[in-house]
């Protein structure tokens, strides 16, 4: 099956224009349940009640209010709102390349696959230029009236577009405060923790890591639908040993 | 100071650290709540029983699943059930290069910082942090935080262990059906798109970017409060693909070596088909 394509636009490479489409790279996969009533497993609804008025109000009646001081609110139109979209609804300009693995990685949001539009060559030049080169595209990019900042890079054999948190949305290591330990680690506690870095390292591959959690879920659920009783054990906690040499010590010759 | 989301213990071989996590990035976005327009009262979202038509407590809520037709329900007990023993733990798995990991696997930023101030602890912490910046590898762990699994990248940023959590890889979309266009360019259109890239180049400077949306939308609640007209700006219209990709390229790149920047080599270009 196709993919489903979610923006379609223009991405501009100074006077190049190239049409592109925009796909979701990722999807979530936890089991998502419906709130259900316990006593008669009735579906629960969600209903938007007017405190005041201790009613039910339908959706035309119902507008987006932002809470200036408690209980007061600025009512904004969904025109007003989209006023802020800014107009730049159907392109993204490229305005600058920057080394692509300069970017830190907590400034990643979202990944969207990018596709293009016709079979012209230009999707493929862009891609080979910004391959060769190692470099990403800055630029802005409006998505259901809303600005993102964005990186368009070469990913495989593919444009991706990575939807970038803003410098002041991301938290400092310096804002935080770390006490430092009195006793210092000693040269040969540092040896054999790098020594257990050595043994553990290995190639990344993404197909090593399966999601345990979802597969328990998954199989709670079919040993309840079997009738099956549901056995509520509880949680345990490690020991925290105080004595680090000996635990590093132990680590390495369990694994050794 | 920043609030704790989760408290546990960092495993590395049998080294275990007591740490808290807490976010690494802040929501400064401007939200709006649901209002009743006629009193301007607060919207209130309440749980009703579909069957009995009346108002539902939170404790009287179960979980149910669609198993091929059959409903199965589950309470928070049952779910709660099969949450790993230790679950309370990021046990390190392995350690990889983090050139090796695409960003289409990041999720979200958190920073562990240690919980408690023990000498053992801080001891241990510092330990795990100096060595994994020396040896510039990134940890990869899970853990379980609000009923789902989170597979965990560890790094060190100026001696604080940050993690970033990550897409499962049955999670990441396979790109096989994703149109990626034309024949392969030629040399001389390669040549000419590297060297406008390379004229365009900059360092990455974060703090150079600010988030125009979010000043704007400031600038609409505002206007709004003052019972100022709010007008929608015209929106840009979409360029249509040029019919000489080498002229536009030979010419894109005499500009910017002219070091204009891109937007000054648009408007140029517009203000020349206009003409």
């Known amino acids: 099956m196709a993919p489903r394509s979610i923006w379609n636009g223009t991405v501009t490479f100074g006077m190049v224009n190239v049409p592109v489409k925009l796909y979701s790279a990722t999807e979530s996969k936890t089991v998502h349940f419906h709130e259900v009533h316990r006593k008669d497993g009735a579906r629960i609804e969600h209903r938007k009640i007017c405190p005041k008025e201790e009613k039910e109000i339908p959706a035309d009646e119902i507008v987006k209010g932002y809470e200036t001081s408690p209980d007061k609110y600025v009512i904004l139109e969904k025109d007003e709102i989209k006023a802020a979209a800014g107009d730049r609804g159907k392109v993204i300009h490229l305005e600058e390349f920057v080394e692509r693995e300069a970017i830190d990685p907590v400034f990643y949001e979202k990944?969207?696959?990018?596709?293009?539009?016709?079979?012209?060559?230009?999707?493929?030049?862009?891609?080979?230029?910004?391959?060769k080169t190692g470099r990403a595209g800055v630029g802005r990019f409006t998505f259901h009236d809303r600005e993102y900042l964005v990186t368009l890079r070469a990913l495989d054999d593919l444009l991706a577009l990575d939807t970038l948190r803003f410098h002041d949305e991301v938290v400092e290591a310096k804002e935080l405060d770390t006490p430092s330990a009195?006793?210092?680690?000693?040269?040969?506690?540092?040896?054999?923790?790098?020594?257990?870095?050595?043994?553990?390292?290995?190639?990344?591959?993404?197909?090593?890591?399966?999601?345990?959690?979802?597969?328990?879920?998954?199989d709670l659920i079919k040993r309840k639908a079997n009738g099956e009783e549901i056995d509520l054990v509880g949680e345990e906690e490690p020991e925290h040993g105080d004595d680090l040499s000996a635990a590093l010590e132990a680590s390495l010759g369990g694994k050794g | 100071m920043a609030r704790s989301l989760w408290t546990g213990s960092l495993s590395f071989?049998?080294?275990?650290?007591?740490?808290?996590?807490?976010?690494?990035?802040r929501d400064l976005d401007y939200h709006f709540h649901q209002v009743h327009e006629k009193d301007k009262r607060r919207i209130e979202q309440r749980r009703f029983c579909s069957k009995e038509d009346a108002e539902v407590e939170w404790e009287e809520i179960a979980s149910s699943y669609d198993l091929d037709g059959k409903q199965v329900i589950l309470t928070d007990e049952e779910l709660g059930s099969v949450e790993p023993r230790k679950t309370r733990t990021i046990e390190i798995e392995?350690?990889?290069?983090?050139?090796?990991?695409?960003?289409?696997y990041f999720d979200h930023p958190y920073f562990l910082i240690p919980a408690g101030d023990s000498d053992g602890t801080l001891r241990a912490y510092r330990l795990l942090a100096d060595v994994m910046e020396s040896e510039e590898?990134?940890?990869?762990?899970?853990?379980?935080?609000?009923s789902k699994e989170y597979l965990a990248a560890l790094r060190v940023l100026v001696g604080v262990l940050?993690?970033?959590?990550?897409?499962?890889?049955?999670?990441?979309?396979?790109?096989?059906?994703?149109?990626?266009?034309?024949?392969?360019?030629?040399?001389?259109?390669l040549d000419n798109a590297v060297a406008i890239i390379e004229e365009l180049s900059a360092d990455w400077k974060p703090g150079g970017y600010e988030d125009c949306y979010r000043a704007r939308l400031k600038g609409v609640i505002d206007k709004k409060r003052k019972r100022r007209k709010i007008e929608a700006p015209e929106p840009e219209k979409e360029p249509s693909p040029v019919p000489d990709l080498m002229a536009a390229l030979e010419e894109t790149l005499a500009q910017v070596k002219k070091g204009k920047s891109p937007e000054k080599v648009r408007a140029a270009a517009a203000a020349a088909d206009d003409t």
Request: hydrophobic residues 40%.
């Open chain 2, 137 to 146: 590898r990134i940890a990869l762990g899970r853990f379980v935080m609000r």
């Open chain 1, 111 to 131: 990944t969207y696959y990018v596709g293009s539009r016709d079979d012209e060559d230009l999707y493929r030049l862009l891609f080979e230029a910004l391959k």
């Open chain 2, 162 to 189: 940050a993690i970033k959590t990550m897409r499962f890889d049955d999670e990441v979309r396979d790109p096989k059906d994703v149109p990626t266009g034309g024949a392969k360019p030629k040399k001389k259109a």
């Open chain 2, 13 to 25: 071989g049998l080294v275990n650290v007591p740490i808290q996590l807490v976010s690494g990035a």
């Open chain 2, 94 to 104: 392995a350690f990889v290069d983090l050139a090796e990991v695409d960003p289409i």
């Open chain 1, 182 to 218: 009195q006793r210092k680690t000693s040269p040969k506690e540092k040896k054999m923790a790098s020594q257990l870095v050595e043994m553990m390292h290995k190639t990344f591959d993404a197909k090593d890591y399966e999601d345990t959690y979802r597969e328990s879920v998954l």
